[in-house]
């Protein structure tokens, strides 16, 4: 068991809305944010019950800053195993396109060319 009875084969999201609410979610390594905001989707929990949902799963989560393509998993981000992550739920159409002006190129070693890059905003 990690920190506060969380499996230590499992992550623990917390994730807040855009109100401020938030609650705690356990996946693993392998679930990608497409299955996550899916998941939370069809299992809106009930203390959120006066929060909006989007008349379809657009919604989106937000790692340190940058959205989150759906096919990214928790294991790709290296999240701690048996420990608390934070990230934002935000609903929201379409994410925004990679700024490939000077943003990959400044990264010479080559680590930069990823197939799923992420913008900060």
Same mark, same amino acid.
């Given at each position: ?8 084969? $499992? ?9 401020? *609410?938030? *609650? ?5 390594? &392998? /679930? ?6 899916? @998941? ?10 006066? /929060?909006? =949902?989007?008349?379809? &799963?657009?919604?989106? =989560? ?11 998993? @928790? !294991?790709? =981000?290296?999240?701690? +195993? !048996? $420990?608390?992550?934070? +990230? ?8 925004? /396109? ?6 990959? *190129?400044?990264? *010479?070693? !080559?680590?930069?060319?990823?197939? &799923?890059?992420?913008?900060? =905003?």
């Amino acid at each position: 068991m990690g920190s506060r009875g969380i499996p230590g084969d $499992k992550i623990n999201l917390r994730l807040i809305l855009v109100s401020g *609410k938030s *609650k705690e979610f356990l996946f693993t390594p &392998n /679930e990608s944010a497409a299955d996550i905001t899916e @998941l939370v989707y069809n299992n809106w929990p009930t203390d959120w019950e006066d /929060e909006p =949902l989007p008349p379809a &799963n657009i919604l989106r =989560l937000i790692y340190q800053g940058r959205f989150l393509h759906g096919n990214v998993t @928790l !294991g790709a =981000l290296q999240l701690p +195993m !048996g $420990k608390t992550t934070v +990230m934002h739920l935000v609903p929201r159409e379409n994410l925004p /396109e990679p700024n490939n002006q000077g943003q990959l *190129k400044k990264d *010479k070693s !080559g680590e930069s060319n990823c197939s &799923n890059c992420c913008v900060i =905003l």
